[in-house]
């Protein structure tokens, strides 16, 4: 399924006045990238040289973000940070999940948006299990008044914590 | 409040991962009835968790006249204390892994999905470096 996804490049820097570039690429399986540009002029430049290929572009500003997403719910992630989620049942701690469905790779400048994720080939994603609490009772109070009905339900959420262990654009 | 184990573990799980419960011990009675789970458990059970884990320092002491508790030590100095009156070995081995799994912090409720210390990559927006508007 993730050989037939795509992924757009955009400029997320606000002072680009000019239409930003746009770059489809095709699936890994086919044949290498071709850079289809916009209606500016600037990127026919951008073609075919690996120093300035668009993830290279994205790669050389060094600080990345990812929106992973993971059991259907999108977490805007960086290096380091940690995941709070639901309980997971068949993970232990240590346990290193690759993160593989990934909407939004980017960088200051740059980000490339996956249609609907980035193709894998373009990063490498990992999060470590460091933890299984339990969360803080949460209570929930409803209550219809004049009508003799209120109701106390109590829950303590089951969490799994994963930490982003390695967050990497890949050199194309 | 017990001084930390050791050095704390800053971004625990990015290098190496540190398993953060150091020891566990087992308090029962010999003589009472809801020790009676527990010494089964004891028995039973727990040398398997031993050796699956051997990180974790298992400690077993008889308590008398009291009920039957599990104490965890993490490596922050917290410990978690966990009553197991009453319980088969079933439920107690449930809560060995409830304290297994756990870090040590105060339970907290997380409010949000992503916790964070780094600064966003790409800025806080400014009106001085945006494009103006227009209408």
Known sequence: AVASSTSRLFSTTCSAS???PTVTTPSPAGSGEGVSPSSTASVSSVASSSSSSPINLLRDQLRYYAVAEIKNRPYLITKNDIIVLDRLKDVQLGDVIELTQI????SKDYAIKGQPYVSPEY??????????????IVETFKKKRRKHFQRRYHIKPLHTLLRVSELEVKAQ | MPAPLAHP????GVGAFIPQCRRLVFHYCERSGSSRGMIEY???DLIQFAKE???????????PSKHPVIRGLYL???DKVVCVRNMEPKDISGKVTLLKESAGNRMKVFNKPVISTTESVRGIWSPFHAAPHKI
């Open chain 2, 9 to 12: 573990v800053l971004k625990n």
């Open chain 1, 18 to 20: 000019q239409a930003t």
């Open chain 1, 123 to 136: 990063f490498s994603i990992k999060a470590t299990v460091i933890e299984q609490p339990k969360g803080k």
């Open chain 2, 42 to 44: 004891l028995k039973k």
């Open chain 2, 76 to 78: 922050n100095g917290r």
């Open chain 1, 103 to 106: 909407k939004e790779l980017g």
């Open chain 2, 53 to 63: 884990h051997p990180h974790v320092e298992v400690i077993v002491t008889p308590r």
